[in-house]
């Protein structure tokens, strides 16, 4: 699998609970495809503290900088300093969460077969500009409630959180949807486009990040739109999964039902995410860190190794990624050695082994 592309650096952080259980053996993993990537552990979290005194120290800054991508690991808080810099930091505002269901993966469903969906879930507005306090603080600005026809003030005491959605924001993330759409057409998909808001309470918000997409629908006549209130998406999601090809949501949103999605196709544990901008992308699993299965050896690294497909991909190696997926897809297909999550009796340690095994026979 060896490539004569020019070597690309690869900033990646272990994590934390049981995360570093799948993120080494993931690197070492990646470290044999014999491609041309320069690999920089960050010494982040509790590691940072350790050798900086500090959880996200300039050196580790620095490393970030300089790479062409992060793999990261999954934080219960300690390295999240590290994650905040590369999501708003480094300007990733498009969120995709791949959502496929393959033979041996065990869904809820009775017949999972078809879904195979994009969710592209905006990263760094929404609620997620973390603006909260007491309400108070907004008593200067008289505002009153549309429905309730009562003045704000009047719900004291009580906290409130703002729900931005600006412009540009909203623009970008909806166009790189559109653009993503029209390249899954052009790979055979139904090159398909849905939306789901809340325009129909917040008009002023939602529905603003719906008239963009309105708008931006017209550049894309190849493109199918359709447009649902979030909740008869939610129902819709999870009565016809497969009737979706890439899906665009506000953030809170896309957080919650990107999760809704991976349940139906198999569980968080084959949950991966990449985390694009305009000249940057960080890859990482959508999930936890399972504090209580460390040291058990029993973690399922599929979302990782899904994540570290969707990182080979940005960096241009799309026929090491493809082995990888497909050597996951056989594992899964064969039944023999998946982990507890899935049905099967198999440690982490044999699942990669397993994976490794297949990439050998692939090359």
Not at 136 to 153: N, T
Request: with cysteine.
């Amino acid at each position: 699998m060896s490539t004569a592309r020019a070597t690309r650096k690869v900033a990646w952080a272990a994590g934390e609970d049981t995360s570093p259980e799948v993120m080494l053996p993931s690197i070492e993993l990646l470290g044999r495809l014999g491609l041309p990537i320069e690999w920089t552990r960050l010494q982040v979290g509790e590691d940072g503290q350790r050798a900086y005194g500090r959880r996200f120290p300039d050196a580790a800054r620095a490393a970030i900088d300089t790479s062409d991508a992060t793999f990261f690991g999954s934080t219960s808080g300690a390295s999240a300093p590290a994650l905040f810099y590369l999501r708003w930091g480094k300007g990733t505002y498009a969120n995709v969460r791949p959502v496929r269901w393959f033979p041996g993966v065990k869904s809820p469903l009775a017949d999972p077969k078809g879904i195979d969906m994009l969710i592209v879930r905006e990263n760094l507005e929404d609620m997620y500009v973390g603006i909260e306090g007491e309400v108070d603080e907004l008593a200067p600005l008289e505002l009153e409630s549309r429905y309730a026809r009562r003045s704000l003030s009047s719900y004291s005491p009580a906290r409130y959180a703002l729900k931005v959605l600006s412009e540009a924001g909203s623009r970008r993330v909806l166009r790189f949807s559109f653009e993503l759409a029209r390249r899954r057409k052009e790979q055979g998909f139904a090159g398909k486009l849905t939306l789901g808001t809340k325009h129909n309470m917040l008009p002023r918000s939602d529905g603003f990040f719906r008239e963009i997409a309105l708008e931006l629908a017209s550049d894309y006549p190849d493109i199918e739109f359709e447009s649902y209130i979030i909740d008869d998406f939610g129902q819709r999601l999870v009565t016809h999964p497969q009737d979706f090809d890439v899906v665009a949501l506000p953030n809170l949103y896309g957080d919650i039902f990107s999760d809704t999605a991976a349940g139906l196709a198999g569980g968080l544990g084959l949950a991966a995410s990449g985390c694009y901008g305009d000249d940057y992308a960080y890859f990482e699993s959508a999930h936890g860190t399972a504090p209580d299965l460390v040291g058990k050896n029993s973690v399922n690294p599929t979302a990782t190794l899904l994540s570290a497909a969707l990182l080979l991909d940005y960096l241009g190696f799309q026929s090491a990624s493809a082995a990888l997926r497909d050597a996951v897809e056989q594992v899964y297909r064969e039944a023999k050695c998946l982990t507890p999550d899935q049905g099967g009796t198999a440690t982490t340690e044999a699942f990669f082994s397993s994976i490794s095994d297949k990439l050998v026979g692939a090359d």
